[in-house]
């Protein structure tokens, strides 16, 4: 049987309520007392609950969500799943609050993390752009006792204390193989398609889809990645555009957001059939695997990164270290034979 403060009380020779007292380090007791409780804990090896004496306690945990605005449909998503955490606060023992910002935009995400008062929240949650600026704004907040993860694009030059998203890195690897293979040994070239080689997210999978295309599939020359900032149109005009000038293209890797206009300059291309993975399943996307555009959809579980942070930033304000088997995000692939 675990040790309770019961048994500390009887160990010491002290009342609860001066156990109590001693545990949560309050005033009024003498140190001689204090030394005798802390002594029968390690006799006993009491382990402290601290979810249930923050229960107890009605204690409510302040957190932050800061994300980019704009119609970017996986973001969307991302904070339609933040909103319901809010809605499940009253249980969760969470206060959330929301900050979005333009995509992309370094100086608005350090203006609000450098805008934070300590004595008013617990911890961050931050979709990153991985710049230097933003990095110092992290380690500024993490100075002043604030904790800081970082949600879907890490940012890893930074003393933030967890990383709530995939491994990038892996997620291009499985989008080089699935190009190869999908391609049945032809030759010619891909286009890659990012929003921004400033998220560490976009960079990471360009990293390893070109890693393996260059070791796996030498008959596959890269064209890209063309930076659109996830933006449909500017998806649109530039696959239109190298689609037109290049011939020789035979597959495409969107890497970021934007389907619409993805999907906008594939449509009435029945002459040439290219080989297309793309990232998150949202509306778009999913009608792109069932009519054929694309071939698979790489997806990660926005839901799981949301309820990850909450969990890592509530441990981290209790001093505890999470459970990194829970934290894992994995990694989907969806065809339009497995769509959920």
Excluded: W
């Excluded at 792109?288 to 930033?313: K, T």
């Amino acid at each position: 049987m675990r040790p309770t403060v019961h048994d500390i009380a009887a160990e010491a020779g002290v009342s609860l309520a001066t156990v109590d007292r001693v545990l949560n380090a309050r005033p009024g007791v003498r140190q001689q007392t204090v030394d005798k409780v802390a002594a029968a804990v390690e006799r006993l090896g009491y382990v402290r609950d601290v979810s249930a004496a923050n229960l107890a306690k009605g204690r409510v945990y302040p957190l932050m969500f800061v994300i980019p605005e704009g119609p970017n449909s996986f973001m969307r998503g991302l904070e339609a799943e933040i909103r319901a955490a809010k809605q499940r606060s009253p249980a969760e023992r969470t206060s959330i609050r929301i900050e979005t910002v333009p995509p992309f935009d370094a100086k608005a995400i350090v203006r609000i993390l450098d805008a934070v008062d300590p004595a008013e929240l617990n911890g961050v949650a931050l979709v990153a752009t991985d710049t230097a600026e933003v990095s110092a704004a992290v380690d500024r907040l993490t100075d002043k006792g604030v904790h800081v993860a970082t949600l879907v694009s890490d940012l890893p030059g930074s003393r933030r204390i967890h990383y709530c998203g995939i491994d990038n890195l892996a997620a291009g690897r499985t989008a080089g193989g699935l190009i190869g293979r999908f391609c049945g040994g032809r030759t010619g070239k891909v286009l890659v398609v990012a929003g921004s080689m400033k998220l560490s997210d976009h960079m990471d999978r360009a990293s390893g889809f070109a890693a393996v295309l260059t070791s796996e599939f030498p008959g596959l020359d890269i064209v890209g990645p063309v930076e659109t900032n996830d933006d449909a149109d500017k998806v649109m005009k530039s696959v239109a555009a190298a689609l037109q000038a290049d011939p020789e293209i035979i597959a495409i890797y969107n890497l970021g957001a934007g389907t619409r206009g993805l999907i906008e300059a594939l449509t009435g291309l029945e002459l040439r059939k290219l080989a297309v993975v793309a990232h998150e399943v949202t509306e778009h996307s999913r009608q792109a695997l069932a009519d054929g555009l694309f071939d698979a959809v790489i997806n990660q579980d926005c839901g799981h990164e949301v309820r990850s942070a909450i969990r890592v930033l509530k441990a981290r304000a209790d001093g505890l270290i999470p459970l990194s088997a829970q934290e894992r995000i994995r990694i989907d692939i969806f065809l339009k034979d497995n769509l959920p």
